[in-house]
T-cell receptor
Framework: GAVVSQHPSRVICKSGTSVKIECRSL??????MFWYRQFPKQSLMLMAT?????????EQGVEKDKFLINHASLTLSTLTVTSAHPEDSSFYIC???????????????FGPGTRLTVL | KQEVTQIPAALSVPEGENLVLNCSFT??????LQWFRQDPGKGLTSLLL?????REQTSGRLNASLDKSSGRSTLYIAASQPGDSATYLC????????????FGSGTRLLVRP
């Protein structure tokens, strides 16, 4: 089946530092990846759509300069939380839309998530 | 505005009960609807995906139905087990959404032994 990995699974950082989270599609290509944020006991909120080779599309209210997205290849998207603050502490989940037969075409496959804690 | 709502927010049942989780959505022009399971601190596990042309999908003890005209979907879990305890999320992809999924707030299910 289609597998999406995220690295790291957990990260703790000091306020003011930047943190990079990777999202990889392991056995299929994905021109589009999505980044979600989930606060405790709440649902997933879409932050941005990451498009391979072009700029990401951000949802309303999400600061593009704070959450930098790079989709440099068909299997990798990165989310960098810049100048992190305690309110950025959350569970970040990515998904990848399959465009090759390694996954069901156009279905989204989700990564296991990254727990970010900003002290 | 396209929104997804799930009720109840939380549910506690004794083992063996059959139960129904509800999902409603605004705007009936959906592409598909998907049910996920999320265990605490974990990612999402896809349970069932229903295309807009379908009325229901079944997998083992799970059955999901879709009524586009009324903007509703239900997830039926038969003979519930303690291992079914998790949060169940409903997500909708609309026709004009460029593959984006909009999630409901989830139902936290506890199946008591």
């Amino acid at each position: 089946g289609a597998v999406v990995s995220q690295h790291p699974s957990r990260v703790i950082c000091k306020s003011g530092t930047s943190v990079k989270i990777e999202c990889r599609s392991l056995d299929f290509q994905a021109t589009t990846m999505f980044w979600y944020r989930q606060f405790p006991k709440q649902s997933l909120m879409l932050m941005a759509t990451s498009n391979e080779g072009s700029k990401a599309t951000y949802e309303q209210g999400v600061e593009k300069d704070k959450f930098l997205i790079n989709h440099a290849s068909l299997t990798l998207s990165t989310l960098t939380v810049t100048s992190a603050h305690p309110e950025d502490s959350s569970f970040y989940i990515c998904s990848a839309r399959a465009v090759t037969s390694g996954g069901a075409l156009n279905e989204q496959f989700f990564g296991p998530g990254t727990r970010l804690t900003v002290l | 505005k396209q929104e997804v709502t799930q009720i109840p927010a939380a549910l506690s049942v004794p083992e063996g009960e059959n139960l129904v989780l509800n999902c409603s959505f605004t705007d009936s022009a959906i592409y598909n609807l998907q049910w996920f399971r999320q265990d605490p601190g974990k990612g999402l596990t896809s349970l069932l995906l229903i295309q807009s042309s379908q009325r229901e999908q079944t997998s083992g003890r799970l059955n999901a139905s879709l009524d586009k005209s009324s903007g509703r979907s239900t997830l039926y879990i038969a003979a519930s087990q303690p291992g079914d305890s998790a949060t169940y999320l409903c997500a909708v992809r609309w026709m004009d959404s460029s593959y984006k999924l909009i999630f409901g707030s989830g139902t936290r299910l506890l199946v008591r032994p």
